[in-house]
Structures are given as structure tokens and as C-alpha cells.
């Protein structure tokens, strides 16, 4: 892989986390719940969400192995004593993330799109056209990747808060209790292949959809 390459999916990654989680702080912030917002959580810097493990040793492990980086960042902190109704505004909150992801999935699409117009190549230079498609191809792929990632119900993926928020009171209880071990279980997914085959038909309709 080359160092541009490299470069552009380091980009479209911190671009893809911090939209991600600053999603999930506004949203909690509009949902009655200031914590977030006052750490400083509702922006676009990358460091304020940065998880040292997460963040850059996993993604970095996927970039030497050649694959496209995903990963996650810090917890928005969210004090349900502050929300009118914890359980389905807690669900808001975390679809909050997935949902920044799809959006920008969907504008590298409308990008990719107009740069491979042709009217469009002819008239910017490829020196300036070219960083620019590695960019939002390597975002196209990582907002999906991290979109999929998320919506897998399993503690403490987003996907669990929305899961939860649908079971009845005693079988969210139990099911949270399974948090402890979630790390466990998506390494293990990870190591037999399973992510993989759920990634592949997405990133596939995706690239499709852009015209790749």
C-alpha cells in the first residue's frame, strides 16, 4: 500500500470518528443530557476523541495488514438522569453515530460521482482530482465499515443501546451484563472471518453506487 493511500485513509478515518462521536454528543446534548457538550465532546477534532488502543493501535494494525482502518473512539459520556426518557432517547444517541457515517458514505458517493463526470476531469488536473478520489474513496469504505461495525448489537457497539432499548426491563438487564465480554467477541468475529463476510456486501452496493 502507498504512502498516499495511506495517508488518505488516515484522513477520511479521523474525519469519519470525529463526525461519528460528535454526533453522539449533540445528540445527547439536544436530548437534554449537557455532559458531553461540556467536556468539549460536540466538535470535529479528533483529538478529543481519540482512545489510544482503538483509535490508533487497531486501526493502525488494519492499515499494515493492507485492510481498510475502522475502529472506535472514547464513549460519549451520557447521564441518563438528564434525558426525558432514558431508554429511547439512550437508542437515539447511539444511532446518532451510524447514522453521521451513512451521511457522509452517501456524499463521497455524490463526490466520487462528479469526479469521475467527465466534464469534471477536464477541467481540474488529475494532480488535484486524484488525492481528492482517494480521499472519498477511502471515506466511502470506512463510513460504511464503521456504520455495519456499530449497528452489530454487541456491548458496547451502538447497536446493543438500540437492542436494549427494545427488550423488556429484565432481558436489557441481563443482556448488558454481556459488556464485559463484548471486546472478547468482536475479536473473535474479527479472527474467524465473520466481519468480513457482513463488511463485503456492503462495501460492494456501496462501490456500485459510486460507480467504482
Not at 31 to 57: F, K, S
Not at 157 to 167: F, K, P, Q, R
Request: glycine content about 6%; charged content about 10%.
Amino acid at each position: 500500500m502507498s504512502t498516499t493511500v495511506i495517508i488518505a485513509q488516515i484522513i477520511a478515518f479521523a474525519v469519519a470518528i470525529s463526525f461519528h462521536e460528535a454526533a453522539h454528543a449533540w445528540s445527547a446534548d439536544k436530548l437534554g443530557d449537557p455532559t458531553a457538550r461540556r467536556l468539549g465532546r460536540v466538535t470535529m477534532n479528533p483529538l478529543a476523541h481519540i482512545d489510544p488502543v482503538m483509535t490508533v493501535l487497531f486501526p493502525a494494525m488494519l492499515i499494515l495488514a493492507g485492510l481498510p482502518p475502522f475502529g472506535a473512539a472514547k464513549p460519549v459520556p451520557v447521564d441518563p438522569r438528564n434525558l426525558a426518557h432514558p431508554r429511547r432517547d439512550h437508542a437515539w444517541i447511539a444511532a446518532a453515530g451510524p447514522i453521521s457515517n451513512l451521511i457522509l458514505a452517501a456524499g463521497s458517493i455524490v463526490l466520487v460521482r462528479l469526479i469521475l463526470f467527465e466534464p469534471i476531469r477536464a477541467i481540474l488536473p488529475d494532480a488535484v482530482l486524484f488525492p481528492i478520489f482517494l480521499v472519498l474513496q477511502a471515506s466511502l469504505v470506512i463510513n460504511l465499515l464503521l456504520a455495519t461495525f456499530n449497528m452489530i448489537p454487541i456491548p458496547p457497539l451502538d447497536g446493543s443501546w438500540i437492542l436494549s432499548s427494545l427488550l423488556p426491563g429484565p432481558v436489557a438487564a441481563f443482556y448488558r451484563q454481556l459488556q464485559p465480554y463484548g471486546f472478547m467477541i468482536l475479536i473473535a468475529l474479527i479472527w474467524t472471518g465473520a466481519l468480513s463476510v457482513l463488511f463485503r456486501p456492503v462495501i460492494a452496493f456501496g462501490q456500485a453506487l459510486a460507480g467504482l
